[in-house]
Every structure is written in structure tokens, then in C-alpha cells.
């Protein structure tokens, strides 16, 4: 009877009310921290059709708005295959470059290097670039999405979201 | 009556300070506990509690340097407009056109030398045991003072809007993807989802209220601008003041008890 009169007294229901308040009050505030607008570019985009892409080639034009390579390859897994690598060293975020004389990536940060194929092989690089979706859309273009991708050391290159597999 | 007692007997002179000066050991104390920045500081001190063999006078110099930062960021930030149009050309220009402009390298070397400083008092204060009862709260106190000093570096680190700041700030953000619960990658993330919708995602995570996106752009520079010259600045001015008031109540700058 004395604990329920103590709880339900004015000293209890004024600091509950003021905790519970300003926990809205923070949690409000850490929401008001995250933009619902970002001037970003789109994560979903049309890359041209697949003839655009000749095989043996890295290209790079994309790299500085979109963040992805495309590469054209048939050397992983003997595979004719175009795929999309994601422009972020897997070692601490940095942005490698493609030498197209040496045939790799290699970041300026700390010297990680990679394949054509996106396997890490010098550096500190733990593992492999990641791939992006990639799929032939209606028109017949080549769409990329940033919003899924595919971790080779995971098993998720099998994927075909992760591929376009060139026939003929 | 010579010049300086008519000044010290004016009505401004005694509205201002309210004690004469400190002429003997009574108005001495009597002037320590009513001028504001004096009242933070002990009355009195034993001369082996600040030999410079024993204090390195690091922290007197570790704050000289925060008041040389406060100063040159001030007037720095007349001259530097953090956006993307204009953040790395105004620090050109500080260089190549400002009168002074020589400001932003004391800004930058003084910012170096208080990391240092700060370290070095941190590590006198621990070789001379200055840590222990009744001063652990304020270790605890200058450990606050110690991140914060990192993150005004940190912060700071970005401003210039070069390539070394994009990519340092980039990897270094990155580690905030790791957060237990609040980085999208962290363990325990996977965890905080309502029916199959995850909550920590990377637009949601600490690195995107971190950042104000996926990645480092403008509203990056611009938060970390806010954090660099406001935010931090604030608390760390209110941390500095209990930090020395504490020196005080807890018996003088290091010494045996």
C-alpha cells in the first residue's frame, strides 16, 4: 500500500514524465540528424547496351558520378561475362585506380591490388571488390543497382543478379 | 594624488573589480575568490606543486594552445566558406592572397602541438600518480578532454575539402559502420528489425548521422564544419572550466596530500 502511494506520488509521475520526455527529446533529435533529401546520384541506372563494352576492356567512365566499374571479361571462371565492380577498396574505402598496362586495380592508399576479375592478389586488402546487380532491362540497355550486391568470397558471384552473361 | 590611484579610486575602476589590490596575504585570497577567471584556480599553491621538473607545465601549455586555436579559428573563419564551390579555394587563397593568411599554418602546427601536449600531460599526470583519490574524476574529466582533442583534429582534419581530407575522412568514417547496433555492418544490427525491415540501414546508421549521407559530400563538410567551430568548441570550453575548478577543490596541482 506505502509502494503503490509512492509510486503514484507527484515526486514519482514529475521525474517520469520528465525521463521519458527527454528521451523523445533525444531520440527526435537523433532523427532530425538524418537527411530525408540526399543530393546523391540514383542507385539504379542504365548503362547502355551490352555491344557498348568490348571484351578484355575496364570501363572507367562511370567511376566518378556512379562509383562502378564495368568490366568485360572472360576470365573468371572462363565465363564471357560483363559485371559491375563497386569503386571501393575493400581494405578501408579508398577508390583504387585501373591500369589498363598492368591489367589491375590498384589503390593509392596503401598499395591493395586486384585482378581484372575483382580478386585481391597484393596489399592489405582482406578480399575481393564487390559486384553490384547488373541485369538487361526491357530496352535492351544494361541496368546497374548499387542497392544490392555480391561478395565473391561469400559465394554470391554465382549469382546471376551479379553478371550479364554475353552469348553469341 | 598620482595618476594610478585616481584611476584605481574612479567609480569604473571599482565597479569592475571589487577588491584593491592584492597587497597583502588577506586581500590576496580575498582577490582569487572574487574575480571570475581567477576563482577557478587555488588560492595558493606549494612551490614544489609547480616546478616546472615536475608539472612540464603541459597542461598550462596544452590550454595556451586551445586559446591560440580559438583565436586563429575565429579569425579564420571570416575568410573560409565551407562548400564545395568554395572550401578548397578559400584555403588557396588563405595561402596565396590573405594578408596574415600564414594564420591557418599556425592554426594547423598549434593543432598538431596540443595532440602532443595533451598526450604528454596526460602522461605526466599518470608518471607522477596524479590520477588517484580524490582526483579520479578529473582524470576522468581530461580523458573527455583527450577524445574531444582528437575530434577537433579530426574534424578539422576535413576543412581544407583536398584529396588527403576527402579520403582520410572516408576511411576514417568508416570504422563507424562497424558500431555494435548503430553501424549497418556492426554486430547486433541485424538484430533491430521491425517484421523483416531493418532498422540500421546505411542511410541510418551512426556513419549516415555522421556524415548527413552515404558517402562524404557537402553535408559532410558542412556538419563537420558545425562540429569543428561550434559543437566541440562548446564542450570542450565547459569541460576546461571544470577540469581546472577541479584542480582547485581537489587539493592544488599535483602534489602529496
Not at chain 2, 584593491?20 to 590576496?28: F, G, S, T
Not at chain 2, 615536475?54 to 571570416?78: A, R
Not at chain 2, 581530461?142 to 576535413?158: P, Q
Not at chain 2, 528489425?193 to 556513419?207: E, H, M, P, V, W
Given at each position: 500500500?506505502?509502494?503503490?502511494?509512492?509510486?503514484?506520488?507527484?515526486?514519482?509521475l514529475?521525474?517520469?514524465?520528465?525521463?521519458?520526455?527527454?528521451?523523445?527529446?533525444?531520440l527526435a533529435?537523433?532523427r532530425?540528424?538524418?537527411?530525408?533529401?540526399?543530393?546523391?546520384p540514383?542507385?539504379k541506372?542504365?548503362?547502355?547496351p551490352?555491344?557498348?563494352?568490348?571484351?578484355?576492356?575496364?570501363?572507367?567512365?562511370?567511376?566518378?558520378?556512379?562509383?562502378v566499374?564495368?568490366?568485360?571479361?572472360?576470365?573468371?571462371?572462363?565465363?564471357?561475362?560483363?559485371?559491375?565492380?563497386a569503386?571501393?577498396?575493400?581494405?578501408l574505402?579508398?577508390?583504387p585506380?585501373?591500369?589498363?598496362g598492368?591489367?589491375?586495380?590498384?589503390?593509392?592508399?596503401?598499395?591493395?591490388?586486384?585482378?581484372?576479375?575483382?580478386?585481391?592478389?597484393e596489399?592489405?586488402?582482406?578480399r575481393?571488390?564487390?559486384?553490384?546487380?547488373?541485369?538487361?532491362?526491357?530496352?535492351?540497355?544494361?541496368?546497374?543497382?548499387?542497392s544490392?550486391?555480391?561478395?565473391?568470397?561469400?559465394?554470391?558471384w554465382?549469382?546471376?543478379?551479379?553478371?550479364?552473361?554475353?552469348?553469341? | 594624488?598620482?595618476i594610478?590611484?585616481?584611476?584605481?579610486?574612479?567609480?569604473?575602476?571599482?565597479?569592475?573589480?571589487?577588491?584593491?589590490?592584492p597587497?597583502?596575504r588577506?586581500?590576496?585570497?580575498?582577490?582569487m575568490?572574487t574575480?571570475?577567471?581567477?576563482?577557478?584556480?587555488?588560492?595558493?599553491?606549494?612551490k614544489q606543486?609547480?616546478a616546472?621538473s615536475?608539472?612540464?607545465?603541459?597542461?598550462?601549455?596544452?590550454?595556451?594552445?586551445?586559446?591560440?586555436?580559438?583565436v586563429t579559428?575565429?579569425?579564420?573563419?571570416?575568410?573560409?566558406r565551407?562548400?564545395?564551390?568554395?572550401?578548397?579555394?578559400?584555403?588557396l587563397?588563405?595561402?596565396?592572397?590573405?594578408?596574415?593568411g600564414?594564420?591557418?599554418?599556425?592554426?594547423?602546427?598549434a593543432?598538431?602541438?596540443?595532440?602532443?601536449?595533451?598526450?604528454?600531460?596526460?602522461y605526466r599526470v599518470?608518471?607522477?600518480?596524479?590520477?588517484?583519490?580524490?582526483?579520479?574524476?578529473?582524470?576522468?574529466?581530461g580523458?573527455?578532454?583527450?577524445v574531444l582533442?582528437?575530434?577537433l583534429?579530426?574534424?578539422?582534419?576535413?576543412?581544407?575539402?583536398?584529396?588527403?581530407?576527402?579520403?582520410?575522412i572516408?576511411v576514417?568514417?568508416?570504422?563507424?559502420?562497424?558500431?555494435?547496433?548503430?553501424?549497418?555492418?556492426?554486430?547486433g544490427a541485424q538484430?533491430?528489425?521491425?517484421?523483416?525491415f531493418?532498422?540500421?540501414?546505411?542511410?541510418?546508421?551512426?556513419?549516415?548521422?555522421l556524415?548527413?549521407?552515404?558517402?562524404?559530400?557537402?553535408n559532410t563538410?558542412?556538419r563537420?564544419?558545425?562540429?569543428h567551430?561550434?559543437?566541440?568548441?562548446?564542450?570542450?570550453?565547459?569541460?576546461?572550466?571544470?577540469?581546472?575548478?577541479?584542480?582547485?577543490?581537489?587539493?592544488?596541482?599535483?602534489q602529496?596530500?
Amino acid at each position: 500500500m506505502v509502494l503503490v502511494a509512492l509510486l503514484l506520488s507527484p515526486f514519482v509521475l514529475a521525474w517520469t514524465l520528465l525521463a521519458g520526455t527527454s528521451v523523445i527529446a533525444l531520440l527526435a533529435t537523433a532523427r532530425f540528424m538524418m537527411p530525408n533529401v540526399l543530393i546523391e546520384p540514383p542507385r539504379k541506372f542504365k548503362i547502355g547496351p551490352a555491344s557498348d563494352y568490348d571484351l578484355g576492356t575496364v570501363a572507367t567512365k562511370l567511376v566518378a558520378q556512379f562509383g562502378v566499374w564495368i568490366v568485360h571479361t572472360d576470365q573468371y571462371r572462363g565465363k564471357n561475362l560483363i559485371y559491375a565492380l563497386a569503386s571501393v577498396c575493400t581494405h578501408l574505402g579508398c577508390t583504387p585506380s585501373w591500369l589498363a598496362g598492368e591489367q589491375k586495380f590498384k589503390c593509392p592508399c596503401h598499395g591493395s591490388g586486384f585482378y581484372i576479375t575483382g580478386i585481391n592478389f597484393e596489399g592489405p586488402a582482406p578480399r575481393p571488390l564487390e559486384r553490384v546487380g547488373i541485369r538487361l532491362s526491357e530496352d535492351g540497355m544494361l541496368e546497374v543497382d548499387k542497392s544490392i550486391k555480391f561478395q565473391e568470397e561469400m559465394g554470391q558471384w554465382i549469382d546471376p543478379a551479379s553478371y550479364y552473361e554475353v552469348v553469341g | 594624488m598620482s595618476i594610478g590611484e585616481y584611476i584605481r579610486d574612479s567609480q569604473i575602476w571599482k565597479s569592475i573589480f571589487r577588491h584593491p589590490a592584492p597587497y597583502d596575504r588577506r586581500n590576496r585570497v580575498v582577490v582569487m575568490l572574487t574575480n571570475f577567471f581567477l576563482h577557478l584556480h587555488p588560492v595558493s599553491v606549494k612551490k614544489q606543486g609547480i616546478a616546472l621538473s615536475y608539472t612540464w607545465c603541459m597542461g598550462g601549455i596544452t590550454f595556451f594552445l586551445f586559446l591560440v586555436e580559438t583565436v586563429t579559428g575565429v579569425l579564420l573563419m571570416f575568410y573560409y566558406r565551407p562548400t564545395l564551390e568554395w572550401a578548397y579555394n578559400d584555403i588557396l587563397a588563405l595561402r596565396d592572397v590573405t594578408t596574415l593568411g600564414i594564420m591557418r599554418e599556425i592554426h594547423r602546427w598549434a593543432a598538431h602541438a596540443m595532440v602532443i601536449t595533451v598526450w604528454l600531460h596526460m602522461y605526466r599526470v599518470f608518471l607522477t600518480g596524479s590520477y588517484k583519490p580524490p582526483r579520479e574524476f578529473n582524470w576522468v574529466v581530461g580523458v573527455l578532454l583527450l577524445v574531444l582533442t582528437l575530434l577537433l583534429s579530426f574534424t578539422g582534419y576535413l576543412l581544407p575539402w583536398d584529396q588527403l581530407a576527402i579520403w582520410a575522412i572516408t576511411v576514417g568514417s568508416n570504422m563507424a559502420r562497424a558500431t555494435p547496433f548503430l553501424g549497418h555492418e556492426g554486430p547486433g544490427a541485424q538484430i533491430l528489425n521491425l517484421g523483416g525491415f531493418d532498422l540500421i540501414t546505411n542511410a541510418s546508421d551512426a556513419r549516415f548521422i555522421l556524415l548527413g549521407g552515404r558517402f562524404v559530400g557537402e553535408n559532410t563538410l558542412n556538419r563537420f564544419y558545425i562540429l569543428h567551430c561550434v559543437a566541440i568548441p562548446l564542450v570542450v570550453a565547459g569541460l576546461i572550466a571544470i577540469h581546472f575548478w577541479r584542480v582547485r577543490k581537489d587539493g592544488g596541482i599535483s602534489q602529496p596530500l
